[in-house]
């Protein structure tokens, strides 16, 4: 095996040498401005991410409104008198029985259409006492329904 270093002729004429740029003085800047940003060394897991509000603010949203919004709707709870709360348990039984059947229509291939406009149909009166009865606390407590 012929060594390289004893012979300049052996010598690969392959890649050519390369040829950088100097560093550009901006791009140095702003990778020291960079390193120096975080000054703990340690990467920051949430990036370039801003807070909510910073975030919100720029887009023209008003953040104590907003919060004030979704408190309101987290914290609305629906109070029901014992006939309500019955006949509320007596509609999601309803609703429980037509699930129990379409399941069991589909488990045995039997025809589905009539038992899921059931379903529906039991689902949307739930939802409709559901309703009328947080309409009826928002108007006891004096608050407008929708908040």
Known sequence: MAS????PEAVPAGRPKLMLKKRDPAAAAKAAAERSASASG???PFGAARPREETLKAKG??????????E???TSTTRMTRQ???EADQL?????EAEDALREANENEMPENAL??????KRKILND??????????????GAPGM
């Open 42 to 44: 340690k990467p920051n």
């Open 92 to 96: 999601s039984q309803a609703v429980r």
């Open 84 to 86: 309500q709360r019955e």
């Open 61 to 70: 949203v008003d953040v104590k409104l907003m919060d004030k919004k979704i």
């Open 116 to 121: 899921r406009e059931t379903l529906a149909a």
């Open 72 to 74: 309101a709707k987290t």
């Open 129 to 142: 006492f559901m309703e009328q009865v947080a309409a009826a606390n928002m108007q006891k407590v004096g």
């Open 4 to 7: 390289y270093e004893s012979s």
